[in-house]
């Protein structure tokens, strides 16, 4: 079965680097997201990206994060100047339809930030 | 503003019980609901996505209810496995209609040999 595939597992990455996460969403999908989960809270949505933009984004998503899919397979999430704050796990999902089809995730990259 | 609340947060049981994990939402404008399975360290893994206009969903052991009506979904294990343990989420679309979900905090479920 098709699966959402995101490298690296782990990141470590001192504070003011900047990280680039990488996902390969499931191929026949056209909606993208990034969600991230610090330890011990909820699942937050980040981002939705549609048709090579961004349908919507969260508080969170300020401008030291961008997205892209740089080509016809991958889709990323960059942190221009990392904060300790943003130490969490990141997951990549994917769906065929924004409303009606299941979001299908990837293992997620854990990101810790020194 | 939409919230999603699982109860209980925790749960252990002995093997081959039959379970209830319940989800409730304050806003009943909801497309579907989509439950979802987290192991540890691990990624979310979809087990099943009811549509507003459905009762119920079911797939093997596990059977997702939802009332719009009152806020609430349910999700069924029966006969629960050593393998069933994981952390369990619910989750809903916002209003926006552009696919961002909005989670429970989970149940973390614990089955006992």
């Known amino acids: 079965e098709p699966e959402v595939t995101q490298t690296p597992s782990h990141q470590v990455t001192q504070m003011g680097q900047e990280v680039i996460l990488r996902c390969v969403p499931i191929s026949n999908h056209l909606y993208f997201y990034w969600y991230r989960q610090i330890l011990g809270q909820k699942v937050e949505f980040l981002v939705s990206f549609y048709n090579n933009e961004i349908s919507e984004k969260s508080e969170i998503f300020d401008d030291q994060f961008s997205v892209e899919r740089p080509d016809g397979s991958n889709f990323t999430l960059k942190i221009r100047s990392t904060k300790l704050e943003d130490s969490a796990m990141y997951f990549c999902?994917?769906?065929?339809?924004?409303?009606?089809?299941?979001?299908?995730f990837g293992d997620g990259t854990r990101l810790s930030i020194l | 503003k939409q919230e999603v609340t699982q109860i209980p947060a925790a749960l252990s049981v002995p093997e081959g019980e039959n379970l209830v994990l319940n989800c409730s939402f304050t806003d009943s404008a909801i497309y579907n609901l989509q439950w979802f399975r987290q192991d540890p360290g691990k990624g979310l893994t979809s087990l099943l996505l009811?549509?507003?206009?459905?009762r119920e969903q079911t797939s093997g052991r596990l059977n997702a209810s939802l009332d719009k009506s009152s806020g609430r979904s349910t999700l069924y294990i029966a006969a629960s496995q050593p393998g069933d343990s994981a952390t369990y989420l619910c989750a809903v679309p916002h209003r926006s209609n552009t696919g961002k979900l909005i989670f429970g905090q989970g149940t973390t479920l614990q089955v006992k040999p």
């Open positions: 999902a994917s769906s065929r339809a924004n409303s009606n089809q299941p979001q299908h």
């Open positions: 009811i549509q507003s206009s459905q």
